[in-house]
């Protein structure tokens, strides 16, 4: 099929609001936007302001309405426990008004904050569609971060109840959340009012009198009553959830999602970027942790009448190499979505894809990357294995949905292996310099969005208008600041080659380098640090701590090392994959101080680097390369 797709962006360009007005009809509004866009209101301008609806409405109930009621909207698939479990749309939805029902007793009203805290369970997408139902936030929280993670989190929303789990399952170690939780609102100097907590069998939790509630217990009561808890109509400009990313400080960024626009966006790219029809199987392996998992596990599949995989496993290890193979026989999966890492890790174990002869793919029409950098290796061996198109596309937590990508929907443009092709209707992509001015083509620049954001793509940070402001859109007055670097090709081909902040990409994982300095500085032997990401085989990227102790410090720095790392994995979780910590005399650094970190990085990862002009010491640089010599870096 020849692309359409040159035609659709050039009739969003002419028209912008038009080609959104258009698409806000795959939509149920309870009250129909007469206007789509106002640049007036809000940091940069809000979509459909005067716009009614309900997102939870919009996923379940109107599907159930129009006949869809018995089609399963999630499959759950857990390796890690052995179960498997489908719910139809009709189910879902009764499960969705229970838990709204006992939100409601627990007196969370439109506009509160809740907390999800969870592993990969259907209760969590039934707790994120209750909060949507009567107008509630939801905030999810991943469960590899560590309890001051949480209470940062509990702290900036002021989370009214909290949704969590016993426990969630790890390959070989159940990670146990109830004392996370309970830790967090120890520290948090907000408390809610109560949690909900579901018992899972693998582990039973203590439970806080008065506070908490067995989830499953007040979720059958609810049933029992049965009493309908409808849809409440929120406006299309208010928060549906707040969802936090790293930022360039310790401090995580709360960004915000409304109801309108964002399902607006969403649907037109389940249909036409994704190439995804109603009724079929879509599967986002991620976690719904993080931004892809709300988008494209739980809101944009069932916004489209699809069915949506909720899989609780890994790549590798649960049991082989094999599991995404037997996931999409089982399940007729029509789309897969992963991180390239899953492919390394897939791949490492079985690198000539040898397992794929013992299962039947012949339902799979494509595979999508995204979340880092998809390296043309992993892409092309990918496609090798699956004969089925593998797609790069980029896009970030803050825009909610993609901003390049190759779009199957409207027709396939020609491959090029290392860009995720071309911008998507709705950005206008720039390559800008340092001074904001436009580079030419081919020329490494930072990549900026000219404003307005398309509809889905944050309006700002929750209650932090001002740092959205200075953070995002300060820098280029006019556009969004990605905070990635690239550039545009000849043929408008977009390339993403890194970022221009300290955020590095672990495992698909967004994690702020800044942050994991902060930690490291807090050892009581540490007087300065640097954290870097280095290149990994399998994650992309891991992050390697450098420290300089204070003077006179005579313990071993080995247990200093660990030391670290430990408390890295206290403070921020398991998922910063922080392992190596170094000690060494001093840092290199410019003559007016500025660690210089990517020569670091560059020597550790074994690429070629030049002696900065303006380096105050050379001699370090020498006694860094020899340290990491000693400990066999780069491998
Ligand atoms: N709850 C608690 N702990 C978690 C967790 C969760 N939800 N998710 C990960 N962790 C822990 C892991 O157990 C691991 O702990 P360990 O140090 O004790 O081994 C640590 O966090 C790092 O996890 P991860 O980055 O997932 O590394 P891994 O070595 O366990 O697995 C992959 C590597 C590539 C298999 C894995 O990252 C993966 O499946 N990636 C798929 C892509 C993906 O989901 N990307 C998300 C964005 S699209
Ligand atoms: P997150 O907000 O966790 O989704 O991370 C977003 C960041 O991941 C982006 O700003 C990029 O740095 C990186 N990223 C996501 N997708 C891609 C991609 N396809 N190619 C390169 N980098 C990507």
Known sequence: MASSYAKTYAGWKADPEGFWSDAAGAIDWFKTPTRTFDGEDGVYGRWFPDGETNTCFNCIDRHV???????????????????????????????????????????????????????????????????ARIGAVHSVVFGGFAANELATRIDDCRAKVIISASCGIEPGRIVAYKPLLDAAIELAGHKPAHCLVLQRPELSAAMNDGRDIDFADAVAGALSEGVPVPCVSVGATDPLYILYTSGTTGQPKGVLRDNGGHMVALAWSMQHFYGVRPGEVFWAASDIGWVVGHSYIVYGPLLNGSTSVLYEGKPVGTPDAGAYWRV??????????????????????????????????????????????????????????LHVPVIDHWWQTETGWPMAGNPLGLGLLPVKHGSPTVPLPGYEIHVLDDAGHAVEAGALGNIAVKLPLPPGCLPSFWNADERFRSACLAEFPGYYKTADAGFLDEDGYLFIMSRTDDIINVAGHRLSTGAMEEVCASHPDVAECAVIGIADAVKGQVPAGFLVLNSGVSRESSMIEKEVVALVRDRIGPVAAFKLAICVKRLPKTRSGKILRGTMQKIADGQEWKMPATIDDPAILDEITSVLTERHLPV
């Open 65 to 131: 309405a129009a006949g869809r009621g018995e089609q399963a909207a999630l499959i759950y698939d857990s390796p890690v426990t052995g179960q498997k479990r489908s719910y139809t749309y009709r189910e879902v939805l009764t499960q969705v008004e229970a838990v709204a029902a006992v939100l409601l007793g627990l007196g969370v009203d439109r506009g509160d904050r809740v907390i999800i805290y969870m592993p990969m369970v259907p209760e969590a997408v039934f707790a994120m569609l209750s909060c």
């Open 328 to 385: 999409i026989q089982e399940h007729r999966v029509r789309v897969l979505f992963t991180a390239p890492t899953a492919f390394r890790a897939i791949r490492k174990e079985d690198s000539s894809g040898s397992l794929i002869a013992g299962y039947d793919l012949s339902s799979l029409r494509a595979l999508f990357l995204a979340g880092e950098r998809a390296d043309p290796d992993t892409l092309q061996w990918a496609e090798k294995v």
